[in-house]
């Protein structure tokens, strides 16, 4: 049993901000990657963010210089920063982990969490 529990999502306006979390069981945040995915129904999945064990980060082309990724080893947490919301970036959100990868356009995705949904007008 891998426990990934996002929490954080919700309405924001256009041009504001939310910081999602998840937290993590110790086993699954010691993977070599954590990160983002989103996906709005009827639409194939975006990752969206991801940090490896060393903190470099790689994000989407759409979120560049408006998401931030970080995580918090100490307390088993990762975040995502999201400023300049657009409608665009409406989705369910969902925390992720993935073993070995951690290049968005590689990346596999073993684990993911129950997701939380960010709607942005």
């Known amino acids: 049993h891998v426990q990934l529990v996002e929490s954080g999502g919700g309405s924001a306006q256009t041009g504001g901000s939310l910081r999602l979390s998840c937290a993590a069981r110790t086993g699954t945040f010691r993977s070599a990657c954590m990160g983002w995915i989103r996906q709005v129904s009827g639409k194939e999945r975006e990752g969206v963010a991801a940090?490896?064990?060393?903190?470099?980060?790689s994000y989407a082309d759409s979120v560049k210089g408006r998401f931030t990724v970080t995580k918090d080893t100490a307390k088993n947490t990762l975040y995502l920063q999201m400023n300049s919301l657009k409608p665009e970036d409406t989705a369910m959100y969902y925390c992720?982990?993935?073993?070995?990868?951690?290049?968005?356009?590689?990346?596999?995705?073993?684990?993911w969490g129950q997701g939380t949904q960010v709607t942005v007008s």
């Open positions: 940090i490896n064990s060393d903190g470099d980060t």
């Open positions: 992720a982990a993935d073993l070995r990868r951690c290049v968005l356009a590689r990346t596999v995705w073993n684990y």
